[in-house]
């Protein structure tokens, strides 16, 4: 339920800017005025690290799952803002 959601970000986020203004990047090489080509390289490059950003959580959240509890033999979220604990 978290993975898929994080994972769901960073699709409809990161992967969509990415992949859009990558288009523009590659195809519109003389076709589209300078400054626009330069403001489409800079949306990449914000594309890609969101993407890092969100994978990075996803694997922080896996390495430390916290705040929810096993109901019916599925893992449901009660606090999405709860701190993992750490092992005494």
Do not use: C
């Not at 799952?65 to 993992?84: A, C, I, L």
């Amino acid at each position: 339920m978290i993975f898929g959601s994080i994972l769901g970000f960073e699709g409809a986020m990161a992967f969509m800017l990415e992949a859009g203004f990558l288009g523009i990047m590659l195809f519109g090489w003389g076709r589209v005025h300078p400054v626009i080509h330069y403001l489409a390289t800079i949306m990449v490059a914000f594309g890609a690290n969101l993407s890092t950003f969100w994978i990075l959580v996803a694997n922080s959240w896996l390495q430390t799952p916290s705040g929810g509890e096993m109901v019916n033999g599925k893992f449901m979220v009660s606090d999405y803002f709860q701190r993992s604990r750490t092992p005494s």
